[in-house]
């Protein structure tokens, strides 16, 4: 069993930058994939960002890409998400997501994530 909290939302204008932390509980973090999504108000979640367990790599929606940074911290069992230059568009509530055994063609889709974070809030204003 996993568990996600995800910190680092908040209201920030067009162009600034944010980044998101997902802290996890258990003891084998460093053996799971990690990834972000995103939903906004009416419309599906959103596939972010996705990072390997040991971090070598990382893959980006078509939406973020260039713009967004996933990492993580095995020692701390936390994964980021950096996003700079952020636009209105980017405006939604944040999960993090976990699961074990995820390959790299399937990690944008959530259904492969067993477990999920609560959210936080990322407003981006114009």
């Known amino acids: 069993q996993v568990q996600l909290v995800e910190t680092g939302g908040g209201l920030v204008q067009a162009g600034d930058s944010l980044r998101l932390s997902c802290a996890a509980s258990?003891?084998?973090?460093?053996?799971?994939?990690m990834a972000w999504f995103r939903q906004a108000p009416g419309k599906e979640r959103e596939f972010v960002a996705a990072?390997?367990?040991?971090?070598?790599?990382?893959y980006y929606g078509d939406s973020v890409k260039g713009r967004c940074t996933i990492s993580r911290d095995n020692a701390k069992n936390t994964v980021y998400l950096q996003m700079n230059s952020l636009k209105p568009e980017d405006t939604a509530v944040y999960y993090c997501?976990?699961?074990?055994?995820?390959?790299?063609?399937?990690?944008?889709?959530?259904?492969?994530?067993?477990?999920w974070g609560q959210g936080t809030q990322v407003t981006v204003s114009s």
């Open positions: 997501a976990a699961n074990l055994g995820i390959t790299l063609g399937t990690m944008s889709r959530a259904e492969k994530y067993a477990y």
């Open positions: 258990g003891r084998t973090f460093s053996t799971y994939v």
């Open positions: 990072i390997n367990w040991s971090g070598s790599n990382s």
